[in-house]
């Protein structure tokens, strides 16, 4: 069993950075894939950044690819998103996961655990 906490959410205008962290509990924290996703109101959860357990290995979706990177220490149990050059567009609550299978990584049924969000708002 994983629990995952994010903070770093909130206001920021357009072109400023937040960095967003999840704090999981659990010894088993380095064996998970963990991943960050997005939800806008109206809109579908989308992916939009994933590392490997090791860390060796980051993916990233196309609209935040150069912008925002993921990191992670396993020391902290503790996942990073660090967000550059934001647009009002990147507004959303942004959720941290976590997941042990192989395969795909972009959906969101393919995580085992969540957080309950937390809110970045970019005024334009």
């Known amino acids: 069993q994983v629990q995952l906490v994010e903070s770093g959410g909130g206001l920021v205008q357009a072109g400023g950075s937040l960095r967003l962290s999840c704090a999981a509990s659990g010894r088993t924290f380095s064996t998970y894939g963990m991943g960050w996703f997005r939800q806008a109101p109206g809109k579908e959860r989308e992916f939009v950044a994933f590392?490997?357990?090791?860390?060796?290995?980051?993916y990233y979706a196309s609209s935040v690819k150069g912008r925002f990177t993921i990191s992670r220490d396993n020391a902290k149990n503790t996942v990073y998103l660090q967000m550059n050059i934001l647009k009002p567009d990147d507004t959303a609550v942004y959720y941290c996961a976590a997941r042990q299978s192989a395969g795909g990584l972009t959906r969101p049924y393919e995580y085992d655990y969540w957080g309950q969000g937390t809110q970045v708002t970019v005024s334009s």
């Open positions: 590392i490997t357990w090791s860390g060796d290995s980051t």
